[in-house]
């Protein structure tokens, strides 16, 4: 079992200013305002990248499993997209599955993402190791990484549920996208309502294990997200402003549907007119619905929405 070690300062010191780390404590200016009201807050944190991010306003984490279904995964590039193009800063764990997904596609959007470990940021002990280079590429997109722990600690169980009250801490809101019964993630929504923070979760299918999380999280009050607009007017933010300067970011089959749809119509009526098979069609009427973009009237029958 690893054991906290001693710190000699003038060693600590030396690893700091090897790989660019730096140092806050509760006492700092620069210590996140949000994350100073919660409960047991850090004493101090560790960091890399752009230290200004954890002052910013809008920080919004986005937690799920590690093992997300297609769903999971488009879902959370639609929605983090969005979210970035709105300015939102995306707050997660830098673990496998959703959370690398987030970070991932705030990178690809040139948005700005924090990465909040349960380890030291330095290179060497970033986990998982897999994700070491995803890490890079945020500290190259002026994102952060953080922790409580100093450099060199590993990852070992028992950080975990003390990171993500971080990972909640620093945020607006948590949004949960998959997550089964037992799960990291349902233990930072839990904590965020703990903090007084937004919980916002994607429902799912109720064959699907990764789904029972985000179901039950609805059913405790959780706020059912369909479209950004569910989390955007829940943290202030315009929707219909942001929409109207993002509408030519959808592709030319999501921009074909819209057309299409001015007037309710069914799948295979969508299917005559547009010349595309079923599977793409229904495809990209999920994520315009994601995207708040069209609605489904019931029985395959969609309608733009103006």
């Keep these: 079992m690893w054991k906290k070690p001693s710190l000699h300062p003038d060693q600590e010191m030396v690893k ?63 929605l983090v997209r969005e979210l970035t193009e709105a300015g939102i800063i995306i707050v997660s764990g830098l673990a496998m599955g959703i959370d690398a997904r987030a970070h991932d596609t705030a990178i690809e959007n040139k948005g700005r993402t924090i990465a909040v470990l349960g380890s030291g940021v330095d290179q060497n002990s970033i986990f998982p190791p897999e994700n070491r ?65 937004e919980v916002f979760a994607l ?27 569910d989390i955007l007017e829940e943290l202030g933010i315009d929707y219909n402003k942001v929409r109207n300067e993002n509408n030519g970011l959808l592709n030319e089959k999501e921009q074909l549907l819209l057309e299409l749809l001015a007037e309710p119509l069914g799948v295979d009526l969508i299917k005559e007119k547009s010349g595309l098979d079923i599977s793409t069609i229904i495809a990209s009427l999920s994520l315009l619905e994601l995207k708040g973009r069209v609605s489904n009237l019931g029985g395959n029958t969609y309608r733009k929405i103006n």
């Design 203 to 229: 429902p799912g299918s109720i064959f699907s294990l990764v789904s029972v999380g985000p179901n039950r999280l609805l059913k405790q009050g959780a706020k059912a997200v369909v479209s950004v607009q």
């Design 16 to 78: 700091l200013v090897r790989e660019n780390i730096w140092l806050i404590t509760e006492e700092d200016a620069n210590f996140p305002p949000l994350l100073r009201e919660i409960p047991s807050p850090p004493t101090i944190l560790y960091g890399r990248g752009n230290l200004k991010l954890l002052k910013e306003k809008t920080l919004l984490a986005v937690v799920g499993t590690r093992k997300p279904t297609q769903y999971g995964l488009e879902a959370t590039s639609v």
């Design 133 to 197: 280079n995803l890490a890079r590429r945020l500290l190259e997109s002026n994102g952060a990484i953080i922790s409580e722990y100093a450099p060199t600690t590993p990852a070992v169980k028992e950080h975990f549920p003390a990171r993500n009250r971080i990972i909640s801490g620093l945020s607006q809101g948590v949004l949960v996208i998959e997550a089964r019964e037992k799960s990291g993630a349902l233990i930072t929504a839990r904590l965020a309502l703990d903090q007084n923070r």
